[in-house]
């Protein structure tokens, strides 16, 4: 009979200040928590419920006579799917042409090789610092005949400033000199090196610049104010908007009606937040490993 010889582990005592201070972090976390969790419940519960429950404030936190008219209303409007599809349109092609060129940018901007790199970026942090406002920007997007056009919400914020400078300090942490010189050495060109090397390697950057891309993506709406005439091509944002502004607009002398129409424009804020903000939550959870890392290692400035 074999007979053990390790040690008895021992757990080392916190001291009373520890456990004091492991606590208080605990109860900090905790209001923390609440105070991100309760605004996501009180809109989810205020979105089925009746619309007299919701303005006269019986919604505390949970639903209170269960409905579903908001989200009826919704989709019973013609225009809800097509700026679904917009928008859907808008953000994966607008991520994809944002990733690609701030990519295209931030790499040869990370290398020491590349001529004329300090000038670039001096002018590239310059934009973020200085713009020409917001007339001149019409009129450049109206002389190149993008106006009333998909590609107006596209082209024209198609690179942020702050995305490239995050892209470049993750490639100057993550892709050494030394690899790049090793395959120089083995005759790989500089597009083969940035797809089979480059890429692979930066899938955490990519997925930061493609949650953040998407999100801005999906949640604009001021250049489709701007540039577009055409109510097929709006975007979910503005048709949501448009609902709100129909169901809160006047003219109506009947206080009965009037008081239908109150009740409920206040449901169909709640609702249309919970249609607009799905997407993102479920393009999140696939991002999220990759997220924390890309913003850390993207936060170190050389």
Avoid at 90 to 109: C, E, H, K, R
Wanted: charged share 15%; hydrophobic share 50%.
């Amino acid at each position: 009979m074999a007979i053990s010889t390790a040690a008895p582990r021992r757990r080392i005592r916190e001291s009373a200040g520890d456990r004091l201070f492991m606590f208080a972090i605990y109860a900090i976390l905790s209001l923390v928590l609440i105070a991100v969790l309760y605004p996501l419940i009180y809109i989810i519960s205020s979105s089925i419920s009746s619309p007299s429950a919701v303005t006269s404030g019986k919604v505390w936190l949970w639903p209170v006579d269960v409905s579903f008219r908001g989200f009826q209303t919704i989709f019973k409007t013609p225009q809800i799917m097509t700026g679904y599809g917009n928008s859907l349109f808008y953000m994966s092609a607008g991520t994809v042409i944002s990733v690609t060129l701030t990519i295209m940018l931030a790499y040869p901007l990370s290398r020491k090789t590349f001529f004329g790199r300090s000038g670039i970026l001096m002018l590239v942090t310059f934009t973020m610092l200085f713009s020409g406002g917001l007339i001149p920007t019409y009129l450049v997007v109206k002389e190149v005949g993008l106006i009333d056009s998909r590609w107006a919400l596209l082209i024209p914020n198609a690179i942020w400033v702050w995305q490239v400078i995050i892209a470049r300090s993750f490639f100057q942490s993550t892709i050494p000199d030394e690899l790049v010189e090793a395959s120089e050495i083995d005759g790989c060109s500089d597009w083969r090196f940035l797809w089979s090397v480059v890429l692979p390697l930066s899938k955490p950057i990519i997925a930061v610049l493609v949650l953040m891309y998407a999100v801005g993506q999906w949640n604009a709406y001021f250049d489709a104010l701007i540039y577009l005439k055409s109510d097929k091509l709006y975007p979910l944002q503005l048709v949501l908007r448009s609902i709100i502004i129909q169901n809160n607009s006047a003219g109506v002398m009947d206080p009965s009606i009037q008081v239908q129409r109150a009740e409920m424009a206040e449901l169909l804020k709640y609702s249309l937040i919970v249609v607009a903000t799905l997407p993102v939550l479920i393009i999140y959870p696939f991002v999220q490993r990759y997220f924390v890392q890309g913003m850390l290692v993207g936060s170190v400035k050389g």
